[in-house]
């Protein structure tokens, strides 16, 4: 098995009584894209620091490759950042402040210095903007400056802290798309801090999603949208229902949950005993939308309710529905399938899905 390019062993962060990341447990790969995902004050931003070796460990190792890194200062570990704020030198040009951190490793000449960051600014697009200053960029041209600094180094690992929070809607996918093209170039291992799910579902191979200090699940993009491990997960993707209710059969033929609205079977195994609380969850877009009144399909699981209102975003609807026992559910479908309904505010539908397609999780 091969060692993981950086590690974290049980790593904890205190500030006095205040825990900040509890005793976290992650292998990072080499030539990996993984997202550190969370609500603000989840502990993401400190375990990227901890990474960067600006933030020492209150518990706990860090390691890069076999080495400890816990007592190495920031300047000789060879993972730079990416700040939220660009952090760049309104007092140097673009050329300068991208030949900076060059300058500080002294690994070249100054013609080597120059020739290095003029080739990554070429790279990221930027060439003719080389001696400009910084007040003199937009958004977007200083995002790719930062880049270009961190990249000239040629890092083993980069760290992203939100490198794409201060941008609007358009450039931010333009620059999640440039970021995924240069991982896929480079071969760098990426740590990519953010509060933005479709910034990780759209960039990492693996999503760390943490609340309150504490790893909450670590997957595939894939295994926490289609099977979220705690209902906190999947309340904050945000793409799927919760229905609770009681454990009442764990087997061989599966589980069945009951609540007010009837019993509802999941294939997934779970270790909640019988009698007690329980949830299941069931992604947005597995479920199947009909007329109340149309003939139910056989082998499904199903509640009714009525039409709350409708969301289009591009070919994509959201669809709300309110339940006789108050409780709502949402459903997404693709725009012409919807409209083959016709539905209006009000009317009666049912909504189904397959048992396998639900993941159970603690009440």
């Not at 958004?139 to 930062?146: D, F, I, L, P, S």
């Not at 333009?174 to 509060?195: K, P």
Request: hydrophobic share 45%; charged share 20%; aromatic share 6%.
């Amino acid at each position: 098995m091969s060692v993981p390019i950086m590690t974290l062993d049980k790593v904890r962060k205190s500030y006095g009584d205040s825990v900040a990341v509890h005793s976290i447990d992650l292998e990072i790969a080499k030539g990996e894209f993984i997202a550190l995902m969370g609500p603000s004050g989840c502990g993401k931003t400190t375990t990227l620091r901890m990474l960067a070796g600006l933030d020492k460990p209150s518990a706990g190792e860090i390691r890069m490759w076999s080495r400890v890194m816990n007592d190495v200062p920031a300047w000789e570990r060879d993972t730079p950042m990416v700040w939220q704020s660009y952090a760049l030198f309104p007092f140097l040009s673009v050329l300068e402040n991208v030949e900076f951190g060059l300058k500080q490793r002294r690994t070249t000449d100054a013609v080597g210095r120059r020739a290095k960051a003029m080739e990554w600014l070429d790279r990221l697009g930027i060439a003719g903007m080389a001696g400009r200053g910084i007040d003199q960029l937009s958004g977007g041209q200083r995002q790719r400056v930062a880049l270009a600094r961190a990249l000239a180094l040629e890092p083993e690992v980069l760290l992203l802290d939100e490198p794409l929070s201060a941008l609007d809607a358009h450039l931010r996918v333009r620059m999640q798309t440039e970021l995924a093209r240069l991982h896929g170039e480079l071969g760098i291992t990426f740590v990519y801090v953010t509060h933005t799910q479709s910034e990780a579902f759209a960039m990492a191979n693996r999503i760390v999603i943490m609340s309150e200090g504490r790893v909450q699940q670590i997957g595939t993009p894939q295994d926490i949208y289609r099977a979220p491990a705690t209902r906190f997960v999947a309340e904050f993707i945000g793409a799927s229902n919760i229905l609770s209710g009681t454990l009442k059969e764990s087997g061989a033929g599966g589980i069945v949950i009951e609540n007010a609205l009837g019993r509802f079977r999941s294939a997934g195994a779970t270790g909640i005993a019988v009698g007690q609380d329980a949830a299941f969850v069931i992604a947005a877009d597995k479920i199947a939308l009909t007329r109340a009144a149309d003939p139910a399909e056989p082998g499904l699981d199903a509640v009714t309710g009525t039409v709350a209102a409708e969301e289009f975003i591009g070919a994509v609807v959201t669809i709300h529905v309110d339940l006789p026992d108050g409780r709502s559910m949402f459903v997404q479908k693709q725009q012409n399938e919807v409209g083959r309904l016709g539905l209006a505010r009000g009317d009666e539908v049912r909504l189904a899905w397959h048992p396998q397609d639900t993941f159970v999780i603690p009440g």
